[in-house]
């Protein structure tokens, strides 16, 4: 840090090194494989030789940094930074020790388990096909359909319709309907149906729901809702960040 010198830094088969580049030239030359502009500011204020300074003489000498970089393939893959600062054994100058590992496959299936963990599942109930009742399983505590109890399915998908947006309410009339589920669930093992409601507040929620066979007597259906906003817009942002 005291000189500037890139003693050893390679990126897949290019080497800061060997091209005689100063520190801030490799930092900024790295950077620019970052596609995310906040991601890429993080990056370059955390290697800064000041910013690395301060962090050894406050006593903190290791840190990570993790974002998705592009390889020089053009893959954008998730990648964890280490930095480790230290006395250099030979000169005594201060030197940081860094290196970079692809977490991809690791963090991928962290964000999965995130968005598992994140999915709120607000509501499940069993439909009786043959007298087309309801009995829920779980809900709200705020909602009219308590649970332990068994209602009209009709009901269900009267409320179901009310609360959907008005842009969503012929979809949710039709998808919601026993026949067309059944229909579809000749066809397949699962009816997926995804609308938008508002909430209290006015704010729009997303919604997905998710119904099948309870087993392979077809007597039964399961229905499951679940509020995906969060995830939706999460989705959106990685989206955004990709272009």
């Not at 897949?12 to 494989?33: Q, R």
């Not at 043959?130 to 649970?147: A, H, M, T, W």
Request: negative net charge; aromatic residues 12%.
């Amino acid at each position: 840090l005291d000189t500037e010198e890139i003693l050893e830094w390679n990126y897949e088969n290019k080497s800061y090194a060997a091209a005689g580049m100063k520190l801030y030239e490799g930092i900024a030359d790295a950077a620019t494989h970052i596609p995310d502009e906040q991601a890429r500011n993080t990056y370059l204020a955390h290697l800064q030789k000041n910013y690395l300074r301060d962090q050894y003489e406050q006593g903190n000498h290791a840190f990570t940094l993790e974002y998705k970089r592009r390889t020089l393939a053009g893959k954008l893959v998730w990648v964890r930074t280490y930095v480790n600062i230290t006395k250099h054994y030979d000169t005594g100058h201060l030197a940081a020790y860094v290196y970079t590992r692809d977490i991809d496959k690791v963090k991928n299936r962290q964000l999965a388990l995130d968005g598992i963990v994140k999915e709120e599942i607000e509501y499940i109930c069993l439909i009786d096909v043959g007298d087309q009742s309801e009995y829920i399983v779980k809900n709200r505590p705020d909602c009219e359909f308590l649970v332990g109890h068994t209602y009209p399915y009709e009901l269900l998908a009267d409320c179901v319709a009310g609360h959907a947006v008005a842009a969503d309410r012929a979809l949710v009339q039709k998808c919601f309907s026993l026949a067309y589920i059944t229909g579809q669930l000749d066809r397949g093992e699962t009816v997926v149906v995804y609308y938008r409601e508002a909430d209290p507040s006015g704010q729009i929620r997303r919604k997905r729901t998710t119904i099948y066979y309870l087993d392979e007597r077809r007597e039964k259906l399961v229905y499951v809702r679940s509020d995906i906003t969060e995830l939706y817009d999460e989705e959106q942002r990685q989206k955004q960040q990709q272009k």
